[in-house]
């Protein structure tokens, strides 16, 4: 099947900073991509999907300013947490669609 | 809207026990049909699929049938193992699979030896 490639895969950084994370189709072309948070124990929610070359659209209850998406490209998308908190610790996963979507490996950020 | 029920875990197996776990969608059209598996410490993986009503999806072994008589998916092994054991998730997507996922809670499968 199609691989979906995340960097990094562990991320741990100040409270305040911002982090991005790199999300990116290696072997075919993601017009789509989307993005999901996980938390300990639970489902997959979806924060936003990504169309190359266009604004993300956001999910309810996801903050465009803090989680900022930016799809530049058919094999790259990247989401970039500013000024994190404590709370934006979690494990957050990228999906590119090829008629089904893949899935990458995905990043788990800690905000100390 | 749409969305997934699965039966609550975790469930715990011992090797080569047959497994079942129970799936039911909710959506307004036809629906594409999926199981994903994540191992620990690790992301997604399709496990297996369903397109249209009567479809039987199967891989390693696990197989699900898309009833929508009953809108279910229910996943069944005959014989699990301990790599097995992860966490198993029913989702659906509307129209096309370039439609986002919708995702079921997951249940967490542990097999024993």
């Known amino acids: 099947g199609a691989v979906v490639s995340q960097h990094p895969s562990r991320v741990i950084c100040k409270s305040g900073t911002s982090v991005k994370i790199e999300c990116r189709s290696l072997?075919?072309?993601?017009?789509?991509m989307f993005w999901y948070r996980q938390f300990p124990k639970q489902s997959l929610m979806l924060m936003a999907t990504?169309?190359?070359?266009?604004?993300?659209?956001?999910e309810q209850g996801v903050e465009k300013d803090k989680f900022l998406i930016n799809h530049a490209s058919l094999t790259l998308s990247t989401l970039t947490v500013t000024s994190a908190h404590p709370e934006d610790s979690s494990f957050y996963i990228c999906?590119?669609?090829?008629?089904?979507?893949?899935f990458g490996p995905g990043t788990r950020l800690l905000v100390l | 809207g749409n969305s997934v029920t699965q039966m609550e875990g975790p469930v715990t197996l011992s090797e080569e026990a047959f497994l079942t776990i129970n799936c039911t969608y909710t959506?307004?059209?036809?629906?594409?049909l999926f199981w994903y598996v994540q191992y620990p410490g690790e992301g997604l993986q399709l496990l297996l699929k369903?397109?249209?009503?009567?479809d039987k999806g199967s891989n390693k072994g696990f197989e699900a049938t898309y009833r929508k008589e009953t809108t279910s998916f229910h996943l069944e092994k005959g014989s699990v193992q301990v790599s097995d054991s992860a966490v198993y998730f029913c989702?659906?997507?509307?129209?096309?699979?370039?439609?986002?996922?919708?995702f079921g809670p997951g249940t967490s499968l542990s097999v024993i030896p």
């Open positions: 072997d075919f072309q993601a017009t789509t």
């Open positions: 999906s590119g669609s090829q008629e089904t979507q893949y």
């Open positions: 959506a307004t059209g036809y629906p594409s």
């Open positions: 990504s169309n190359e070359g266009s604004k993300a659209t956001y």
């Open positions: 369903a397109t249209k009503a009567d």
């Open positions: 989702a659906l997507s509307e129209k096309t699979s370039y439609d986002k996922v919708i």
